[in-house]
């Protein structure tokens, strides 16, 4: 009981950190990235295929009653064409993301299969709550990486912002597919409305016991079309701070910088980097129909491969010519701790700070 106390306290002060403790919590969550990653960056493409979406979220563009948007579904010869003849020379993964809509997951089925016949891409998906047999059936055509955010670690809290479906499927969802063979990713949004500190305390905890390979920080913006339209958006301490904290507390753990970094300050993106992420995302979805991909806002900072290639440069580090795949591939079997714990770390280093 103690020991819990002395460590949420800890936590407390080092989120919220500013000035020259925030440096250095960051160059330690960096250090601890180098020592497990050395200083390659993972380098993936998103292409996002449909923003069709049965939830309801009060933070996203796309939720459901949202009619500010034209809904689409991305054709799959346009999909094709991206991955097989038009991608980006540095991606090793490829992320298939939509909202949550069963026609795009059913869709999507035969280009997987294809992607897996034909190249050596890693395959990621990120489609939302699905029945087991979705999930089945999407590990069968040859994805492995399946990104399922949390957003929030507090229960009365996920159900307060609307997060998809309940709290307890969205964690038994993250248990079978980690139990079906598929590596996990799971995240929250910094700076959602209505969290305490507690509640990304709980946040941190819930995902470090979570048998995941992959983790991520968001950065809340407020999007025009939603309920929480009005509120603040998080700010860079917090969203830094925040990965430099999971990277402590997860050291095997894949951390994406993810791109709505760039709009909560300057170099952020690259910061994340430097506090221990160490995946990067290239945005291949057509501009068309990218405008109505709003899971913040319409203005979004789209990463290329040149803003990709010289945030990476930026925080000191390299592209990885491995992919991410490949690399959690090499891990198994029971080589990758399930929750690895440095938060020892972490508190003795807020006692140095
Ligand atoms: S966050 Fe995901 S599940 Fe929620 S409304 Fe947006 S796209 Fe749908």
């Known amino acids: ?45 998103v292409l996002e295929i449909s923003n069709y979406c049965r939830q309801n979220c009060n933070y996203c563009g796309m939720r459901r009653d949202n009619k500010a948007i034209d809904r689409f579904r991305l054709p799959l010869d346009i999909a094709r064409e991206i991955i097989f003849n038009h991608l980006p020379p540095a991606i090793t993964d490829i992320n298939i993301q939509a909202g949550e809509d069963v026609v795009a997951v059913r869709d999507i089925v035969p280009l997987l299969r294809e992607i897996r016949e034909r190249t050596s891409l890693g395959i990621s998906v990120c489609l939302g709550t699905l029945s087991s047999r979705e999930y089945d059936m999407l590990r069968e055509a040859g994805a492995s990486f399946y990104i399922i955010k949390l957003e929030t670690g507090n ?29 996990v990713s799971s995240g929250f949004i910094a700076g959602l409305p209505g969290q305490t500190t507690e509640h990304m305390l709980e946040t941190l905890q819930v995902l470090g016991e979570l048998p995941l390979a992959g983790n ?4 809340f913006i407020p999007g025009g079309d939603t309920p929480f339209g009005t509120y603040p958006a998080s700010t860079p301490d917090l969203s830094l701070n925040a990965v430099a904290l999971m990277r402590l507390a997860n050291p095997r753990r894949i951390i994406p910088a993810v791109s709505a970094m760039n709009l909560v300050g300057r170099d952020a993106y690259s910061g994340a980097i430097r506090a221990g992420a160490n995946l990067t995302t290239i945005n ?70």
């Not at 009365?156 to 079978?176: C, D, M, N, S, W």
């Not at 399930?338 to 020892?344: C, D």
Request: charged share 25%; glycine share 6%.
């Open 1 to 45: 009981m103690h020991a819990t106390r002395r460590h949420s306290l800890y936590h407390a002060e080092l989120l919220h950190a500013s000035g020259r403790t925030a440096d250095a919590v960051r160059e330690h969550g960096g250090r601890v990235r180098q020592q497990v990653f050395g200083n390659k960056v993972f380098v993936r493409g």
């Open 155 to 183: 229960p009365l809290h996920y159900k307060e912002v609307q997060a998809p479906g309940t709290f307890e499927k969205r964690i038994a969802a993250i248990r079978y597919l980690a139990q079906t063979g598929w590596s």
């Open 284 to 353: 291949l979805t057509p501009p068309d129909a990218r405008r109505n991909y709003v899971l913040y806002q319409r203005d979004r900072y789209i990463m290329d491969q040149d803003r990709v290639l010289r945030a990476i440069r930026n925080a000191g580090c390299e592209v990885s010519t491995r992919s991410m795949a490949r690399w959690l591939a090499e891990q198994r079997p029971g080589s990758v701790p399930v929750a690895p714990s440095n938060l020892e770390t972490a508190a003795r280093f807020g006692e140095a700070a």
């Open 216 to 219: 991520s920080v968001s950065p």
